[in-house]
């Protein structure tokens, strides 16, 4: 299994571009989330995904857009760049929710994303 | 809101003392905890789960459901062990699995 597979590694942006990061796991989880890592902030959630075609906001969804057509994959859309979403940005898969498991978390590798 | 407090966000050690990373939850119901680790640059990765009681890489964490704590001890630290530690949240009722702020651990040779 290759896990959490993100793309790309790093992204150079222009303030109103818009871009799409891709996510794609092969362990047929469930649940997947968007988190953004920033100095002093910790891992804040963007939105996450219950199953495909299910999905929702985390804490800090404004300037992203997600869908689930799949159970694979789970890309996150940045609709117009701004300088406040310079940050790395990590995917994370687990199984379902359902209350009986303990299952962790599975991260991917990050996208460093630099917006001038 | 169900959530993590992780009160120290820099905690600096020497070599060969001990180390404990603090963590309380607010949870109504049974909690799933968990420690996550992110050295340099990578991804971060599963430490510890508190339901397996295990010690890894001489880490170890006791739940007190008391006390609602979680926190995450070694008795004497190394230098690879310098990360950033995330105790990971109980799920919430809408699923969310939001994490607090980390704590950034150097170990000083």
């Known amino acids: 299994n290759a896990g959490v597979t993100q793309t790309p590694k790093f992204q150079v942006l222009k303030t109103g571009q818009s871009m799409t990061l891709q996510c794609a796991q092969d362990?047929?989880?469930?649940?997947m989330s968007w988190y953004r890592q920033d100095p002093g902030m910790g891992l804040r959630l963007i939105h996450y995904?219950?199953?495909?075609?299910?999905?929702d906001q985390g804490e800090v969804p404004n300037g992203y857009n997600v869908s689930r057509s799949t159970t694979e994959d789970f890309p996150l859309r940045l609709l117009s760049a701004a300088p406040s979403q310079t940050s790395v940005y990590f995917c994370a898969s687990r199984l379902g929710m359902d209350a009986t498991y303990n299952s962790p978390l599975h991260f991917g590798n990050g996208t460093r994303l630099t917006v001038t | 809101a169900q959530r993590v407090t992780q009160p120290e966000k820099l905690l600096s050690v020497f070599k060969g003392a001990p180390v404990e990373l603090k963590c309380n939850y607010s949870y109504s119901g049974s909690p799933e905890l968990f420690w996550y680790v992110q050295y340099s640059r990578q991804r971060l990765q599963l430490l510890l789960r508190?339901?397996s009681r295990e010690s890894i890489k001489g880490f170890t964490a006791d739940l007190n459901k008391g006390e609602t704590s979680f926190h995450l001890k070694k008795p004497f630290a190394q230098e690879e062990d310098s990360a950033m530690y995330y105790c990971?949240?109980?799920?919430?009722?809408?699923?969310?699995?939001?994490f607090g702020k980390g704590n950034q651990v150097v170990v000083i040779p």
């Open positions: 990971a949240p109980p799920r919430e009722g809408n699923n969310r699995l939001a």
């Open positions: 508190h339901i």
């Open positions: 995904s219950v199953g495909a075609g299910i999905t």
């Open positions: 362990m047929n989880h469930e649940y």
